[in-house]
């Protein structure tokens, strides 16, 4: 498997060369993105190793028409944590993603992730295999401030959390409460969980619940694009902590 990835789109790739856990190999960059990075001071891009190029050189380094903004860098992936790696014991608020695959959605998750403060996030090992460049783009720079946590059996991981005094939260759009008239504390240590937006979490993960909640919503519509809703739910809890 390739240990690079593509990262593009002028916040992704800001905040990926901000990363001081990155390793950069090449910034390819326009002459127009590389003024507005140098107006703006926050980082030296003369410490990378940096080829100015024309808008048309990017546009062929990416499939799909994808937006590069004039700039696009060659780095290293971003390094996942296995779960039996990983110490919970000083950590209270998890999100755990039961089979969402779409990188866009993921990338939409993180960002609202990374803006509630809820950096950890616990998905399957598919992580490794999906298009990280669309990821990193979807979430807006937030996967430099994020840790994923990987498990290829994601049933024995909420057992091991559950060990860990997690109480754990699904979320489902045909539960019976409602995440309005819940509270959470300082001192609650929660995963909340959140499915695939066609399918939900799975069964064998609801059983594994201590509750789920749902959103109240008013309208026609009762489910929510899976990004959407947990921006709306990080909020909700957010503002109790």
């Known amino acids: 498997m390739n240990k690079f990835t593509k990262i593009y789109g002028y916040h992704a790739a800001m905040h990926a060369l901000c990363n001081k856990q990155r390793e950069i190999k090449e910034v390819f960059i326009t002459r127009n993105a590389h003024k507005k990075i140098t107006d703006d001071r926050k980082i030296d891009i003369t410490i990378f190793n940096t080829k100015i190029v024309e808008t048309k050189v990017l546009n062929n380094m990416l499939a799909g028409g994808q937006v590069h903004q004039g700039i696009l860098i060659i780095s290293e992936k971003k390094k996942v944590i296995p779960i039996n790696d990983y110490d919970f014991s000083n950590c209270q608020r998890v999100i ?48 430099e401030h994020v840790e994923i946590i990987t498990s290829n059996n994601l049933s024995n991981c909420l057992n091991m959390l559950k060990r860990n005094k997690f109480w754990i939260i699904g979320f489902d759009s045909d539960a019976e409460s409602t995440i309005e008239n819940t509270y959470f504390n300082n001192e609650d240590k929660i995963v909340l969980i959140f499915g695939d937006e066609g399918k939900g979490i799975r069964k064998l993960t609801k059983d594994l619940c201590d509750v789920t909640y749902r959103i109240n919503t008013i309208g026609k519509i009762r489910s929510l694009n899976v990004s959407t809703a947990i921006g709306i739910i990080l909020d909700r809890i957010s503002a109790n902590y």
Not at 98 to 121: E, H, L, Q, Y
């Open 96 to 143: 755990f993603l039961d089979n969402v695959t779409d990188p866009r959605n993921i990338g939409a998750i993180i960002r609202s992730c990374a803006a509630f403060n809820f950096t950890k996030i616990i998905t399957t090992n598919k992580f490794e295999q999906l298009d990280e460049g669309m990821i990193a783009k979807a979430s807006s720079g937030g996967l």
